[in-house]
């Protein structure tokens, strides 16, 4: 495995001088100070930094979650941050995969319907049982999250987020809190989806380790991208020491 | 299925409660208005179908005795369709084991046996025969009164000579809908009733032969009602005619009008006071169930769900609550508006019911219902949509709260944090504080407005039977009689007190304002049988303890002025007369004089429109010497039986008013109509207490599941945490009860507006114990409600809390 030829790299991210400002009340935090950065397709680009540095704000406003207070994010040639609400929408229901950090499932669905939510409106989705079989979670179909663990919930978060086929992927902290085995399950499935329809990913992780699977690392601090990291040999999941 | 749909159906389960709760609240709102425009409908369209098809006279006309052959003149007034005369006489009625004597109104039937106008609807038996003199058909409420039946016999005085008269038949008439005995104010069906005889008899017993006292006209479509009515009293002047009149003042129609306006105003004011509360309510509670569904619409965002698929996952499941809700209220609105239709009818013996189901109310209720739930969803939806998604499915951001009183914080080192908590809480909502305030405010006002009226209605005895007419019984002459009798009536076993009065009938006309009203003379004073050796054309020695008093505003007596009339507030406001000015008086009877009186008084009264003046002054200006029509008198209860006895016996006497009967009967009466009627919209009332008290408590708990589990994971216990929600309750709630007072008046006096008419006002009284009864329901479904959702909180997710964020 190597890094994406350059002939064949095309940029789908492509981020100069994004700022991010939350106001609450009176206090200001500056949750992204100028980023510039790219993400070419077919990557896997892991975020590494400290807790509160700006990494999950990166990927809301790059998956249209949302607004930049400042800077450009172009998606293939469009400026996403132009889009109004509608395109918006549009661009998420065909372009991207979510993994949240806190899971996000809805507790009246099961598994299984919890990705239907996403398949039923998707254009070329799996079966849902599908995408839960990648996750290695086909004897839970039927559970509610109520009665999966929290690393069985984030799987299913996985399977909902793959099972459109997006043609990007972005992940909060999938394995979080996950062990290493179901860690390594996550991750091959991440990979294998990479692998097969050349999904550009994106993966924030407190993990260091984990590191080893992308093809680039970038590191945050402060709002800021400090450097960035390109892997010369990318591990499998399954090689990586947690 | 849909996996939102999914979604949507599991939600409705697991809420079912809460869900239930809302559609009951849409159920009250949405019956009231079918119930109550429902049953106003249907009984005036009985009541027109019922005039249609018996043919209700339009006209009326009373006369001392009028030769047959007049009808011919009569019947060529231009304008007029039929007419017929007849001889109504009153006479006191004897009835076998029923102790009190009765009053009956006698009515003569055409020669041919049957009335063309005001025909009679048949129940049992037939009606006499033109040649039969003692049979007699009557009226159906009288007759199940003391259980009579074709073949049953009673005694009557007619003409001064007891007869023994026979029911051949029991009958209905659209005449007497409403019938009330003279000088009572309500329907007692076994004191008064209504006697059909055979012309022949009746001319017979009251030496009318060839001749007759009362004539009733029916008037083509293009007739004019004042042209006839001003033809038809020239026609009777030289015999006695009392001047003609209308419906309007046909005392069944009137009392019957009123009684539907009654209804009416009930149509026209609840339902848009319930509908409105109900908007509001649901409103405020979908708003607040949806805010906390923030994360999810954030999330269906995220997802790539557009606005509108997200903003009707959620109509859709408010939708379903208030389809469920309208339909529960199409069907208890219908359910109780045929209840109290049929429970009308009843009452007024309508021999049959046209039920009107209009689907204008349904409809309307039922936009009504949706677009407050939906413009309630919308709204927060389009909060929470309008979020970015990454702040939406984030929790919303910790609040901001205020420092309590920086200054009195010294106060609170000595409340637990608990407290601190509740308080800050609620200062930092404020506004979501305020509305459940509102609403349970709201839910005290409805009942409040449910449930007054038995106040008014005591307000109304009191003042009546207790304050004003204090006499036990009132006896009408049968002819106008010298004022010596009053003393003989003195002298009868068990009278107490006696006091005279003689009523006129009359037109009072102010500019341009008429009124036909009769002018009842009283003494300014009582006298005691024991100053019976007193003259009584003295002038009569205030006893201070009159039976009939007039009273005013404040409820203190007024002493009775010398000279001039004293009108009721009504009648004054009606001709817009104010103390000293001049009323022309037009005297029907006796001298048929037209006087200008001035007004020197004005008085309450909460029954009808009268007016009175001293009956010296009165006798005066008819130039006649001292003339009473009846005397209220006070009856000692031991002697009663044998009072009753005489008088049933004394020819002179036609009809007697006995006021504890009446009173008694007005009860019933009342427990009838009011009660069953207040009882519905205090159940809906009740309803939406509850829903409010209870969705109020639950949307609480979940707003603040998070915070409480939290609260439990440090380590307090089931019964603290619960205290934070019950003690926000209990605070909410104390606000509310002063301001659902306030409101509740205020929709009450709305109400009371409507409820006037000519024969009846309804005086804004609330009685104490319908404030305590209506804060106590309410308070009663908080409490039950916090008992609920206090067993929720035992159950609160700790795991849930730790397993996710925050
Ligand atoms: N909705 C918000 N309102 C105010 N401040 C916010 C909001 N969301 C994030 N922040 C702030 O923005 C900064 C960056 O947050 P972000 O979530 O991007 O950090 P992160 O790198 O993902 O941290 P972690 O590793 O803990 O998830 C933090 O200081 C955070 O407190
Ligand atoms: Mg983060």
Same mark, same amino acid.
């Given at each position: 495995m190597s890094i994406p030829q350059t002939d064949e790299s095309t940029e789908v991210f492509q981020a100069t001088g994004l700022t991010k400002v939350y106001r609450t009340g009176d206090v200001e935090v500056h949750a992204l100070r100028g980023v510039d950065m790219t993400l070419y397709e077919g990557e896997v680009a892991v975020f590494l930094g400290p807790s509160g540095s700006g990494k999950s704000t990166l990927l809301n406003i790059l998956g249209g979650l949302d607004?930049?207070?400042?800077?450009?994010?172009?998606?293939?040639?469009?400026?996403?941050?132009?889009?109004?609400?509608?395109s918006l929408t549009l661009y998420r229901r065909r372009n991207v995969g979510f993994v949240f950090q806190f899971y996000n499932l809805i507790s009246s669905l099961t598994a299984r319907e919890n990705v239907a939510l996403v398949t039923e409106i998707s254009d070329h989705p799996m079966r849902p049982e599908e995408a839960l079989a990648l996750v290695d979670l086909s004897d839970r179909m039927d559970h509610f999250p109520a009665q999966l663990s929290g690393g069985e919930q984030q799987r299913v978060a996985i399977a909902r987020a793959i099972a459109k086929r997006p043609e990007v992927l972005l992940c909060d902290e999938p394995t979080g809190a996950l062990d290493s085995k179901v860690g390594i399950v996550v991750l091959e499935a991440l990979t294998a989806i990479n692998e097969e329809l050349g999904t550009t990913t994106a993966i924030i992780t407190h993990n260091a380790a984990i590191r080893e699977i992308a093809h680039r690392v970038f590191y945050f601090a402060d709002g800021r991208i400090a450097s960035t990291h390109i892997n010369q040999r990318r591990l499998k999941p399954r090689d990586v020491s947690w | 299925m849909k996996?939102?749909?999914k979604k949507l159906l599991r939600d409705l389960m697991s809420m079912w409660a809460q869900a239930l709760a809302v559609a009951l609240v849409v159920a009250a709102g949405v019956a009231t208005l079918i119930l109550a425009v429902g049953a106003y409908r249907s009984l005036d369209e009985t009541r027109a179908a019922y005039y249609e098809r018996y043919r209700f006279a339009h006209v009326f006309a009373v006369a001392t005795r009028a030769p047959r052959g007049l009808m011919k003149r009569v019947l060529e007034l231009p304008g007029v369709a039929a007419a017929e005369a007849r001889i109504t006489k009153n006479a006191l009625l004897d009835i076998d084991r029923f102790t009190q004597p009765a009053t009956g109104l006698v009515i003569s039937l055409p020669s041919n046996g049957v009335p063309t106008l005001n025909r009679l609807y048949i129940r049992s038996g037939r009606l006499p025969q033109p040649g039969e003199t003692t049979a007699v058909a009557i009226n159906e409420d009288f007759a199940a009164a003391h259980d009579f039946r074709p073949g049953s016999q009673f005694k009557a005085l007619l003409g001064g000579r007891k007869r023994t008269l026979t029911v051949v038949g029991t009958v209905l008439s659209p005449e007497f809908i409403y019938s009330v005995g003279p000088g009572d104010f309500v329907p007692d069906d076994s004191r008064f009733g209504i006697l059909w005889m055979a012309e022949k008899a009746v001319e017979a017993a009251y030496n009318l032969e060839n001749a007759f006292n009362s004539v009733s006209l029916s008037l083509r479509r293009d007739a004019s009602q004042e042209d006839v009515i001003s033809r038809l009293d020239a026609l009777l002047e030289r015999y006695g005619g009392r001047g003609a009149y209308d419906r309007d003042d046909q005392f069944s129609h009137a009392f019957l009008d009123s009684e539907l306006d009654q209804l009416s105003a009930m149509a026209r004011v609840l339902p848009p006071i319930f509908l409105v509360v109900?908007?509001?309510?649901?409103?405020?509670?979908?708003?607040?169930?949806?805010?906390?569904?923030?994360?999810?619409?954030?999330?269906?965002?995220?997802?790539?769900?557009?606005?509108l698929a997200v903003a009707s996952h959620y109509l859709k499941l408010v939708m379903v609550i208030a389809a469920a809700g309208i339909v529960i209220g199409f069907g208890l609105g219908t359910w109780f508006?045929?209840?109290?239709?049929?429970?009308?009818?009843?009452?007024?013996?309508?021999?049959?019911?046209?039920?009107?189901?209009?689907?204008?109310?349904?409809?309307?209720?039922?936009?009504?219902?949706?677009?407050?739930?939906?413009?309630?969803?919308v709204r927060a939806v389009r909060s929470a949509i309008n979020l970015p998604p990454a702040v939406a499915m984030q929790p919303p951001a910790p609040a901001v709260y205020r420092r309590l009183w920086s200054r009195g914080a010294v106060l609170l080192r000595h409340v637990s944090q608990l407290t601190i908590m509740v308080f800050r809480h609620l200062m930092r909502w404020p506004l979501r504080a305020a509305t459940t305030t509102l609403g349970i405010a709201l839910a005290i006002a409805v009942l409040v407005t449910s449930l007054f009226p038995v106040g008014s209605v005591n307000f109304m005895v009191d003042f009546t039977f207790f304050q004003s007419d204090r006499q036990d019984a009132s006896i009408t002459f049968a002819s106008e009689t010298a004022d010596r009798v009053v003393q003989n009536v003195g002298r009868l076993p068990g009278v107490m007190v006696v006091e005279q009065f003689r009523t006129v009938s009359t037109k009072m006309r102010l500019r341009h304002n008429e009124r036909r009203v009769s002018i009842v003379g009283r003494p300014a004073g009582t006298y005691l049988t024991g100053d019976m050796s007193q003259a009584p054309d003295l002038p009569p020695r205030p006893t201070g303890i009159d039976l009939s008093r007039l009273l005013n505003v404040k409820q203190e007596p007024l002493a009775m002025p010398e000279t001039g009339l004293v009108l009721t507030e009504k009648l004054a406001l009606l001709l817009k007369a104010r103390r000293g000015d001049l009323v022309e008086v037009e005297f029907l009877e006796s001298s048929r004089r037209t006087v200008r009186v001035p007004v020197t008084e004005i008085?309450?009264?909460?029954?009808?429109?009268?007016?009175?003046?001293?009956?010296?002054?009165?006798?005066?200006?008819?130039?006649?010497?001292?003339?009473?029509?009846?005397?209220?008198?006070?009856?000692?209860?031991?002697?009663?039986?044998?009072?009753?006895?005489?008088?049933?016996?004394?020819?002179?006497?036609? $009809?007697? $008013?006995?006021?504890?009967?009446?009173?008694?009967?007005?009860?019933?009466?009342?427990?009838?109509?009011?009660?069953?009627?207040t009882g519905v919209y205090s159940t809906l009332g009740i309803i939406i207490a509850f829903g409010v008290a209870y969705n109020s408590a639950r949307i609480q708990l979940s707003e603040r599941a998070r915070?409480?589990?939290?609260?439990?994971?440090?380590?307090?216990?089931?019964?603290?945490?619960?205290?934070?929600?019950?003690?926000?309750?209990?605070?909410?709630?104390?606000?509310?009860?002063?301001?659902?007072?306030?409101?509740?008046r205020g929709f009450a006096w709305i109400l009371i507006?409507?409820?006037e008419s000519e024969l009846y006002r309804v005086p804004l009284v609330i009685e104490r114990s319908t404030y305590a009864q209506s804060a106590l329901i309410v308070i009663g479904a908080v409490v039950a409600s916090a008992?609920?959702?206090?067993?929720?909180?035992?159950?609160l997710d700790l795991i849930e809390v730790l397993k996710t964020r925050e």
């Open positions: 607004a930049a207070s400042g800077g450009r994010v172009i998606f293939r040639g469009e400026e996403l941050t132009g889009f109004d609400e509608r | 996996a939102l749909d109900t908007a509001f309510l649901i409103n405020m509670v979908l708003t607040r169930l949806i805010a906390l569904e923030r994360e999810e619409i954030g999330l269906f965002k995220a997802l790539g769900y557009g606005r508006g045929d209840l109290l239709t049929r429970l009308y009818g009843n009452f007024f013996h309508f021999p049959f019911l046209v039920f009107q189901r209009n689907v204008d109310v349904y409809v309307i209720s039922a936009i009504v219902a949706s677009t407050s739930a939906g413009l309630g969803t008085f309450q009264s909460y029954f009808g429109l009268s007016a009175f003046m001293n009956i010296r002054a009165l006798n005066d200006l008819l130039d006649e010497g001292a003339v009473v029509t009846g005397v209220h008198i006070a009856i000692d209860e031991r002697f009663e039986e044998v009072l009753y006895g005489i008088i049933k016996n004394t020819p002179a006497l036609t $009809a007697i $008013a006995l006021r504890k009967a009446s009173l008694v009967k007005f009860r019933e009466t009342m427990a009838q109509n009011i009660v069953f009627m915070e409480l589990a939290s609260l439990r994971v440090l380590g307090f216990t089931r019964a603290e945490v619960a205290r934070i929600l019950t003690t926000e309750l209990a605070i909410v709630t104390i606000i509310a009860v002063p301001i659902g007072w306030i409101l509740g507006q409507g409820f008992l609920i959702v206090r067993r929720r909180v035992n159950r």
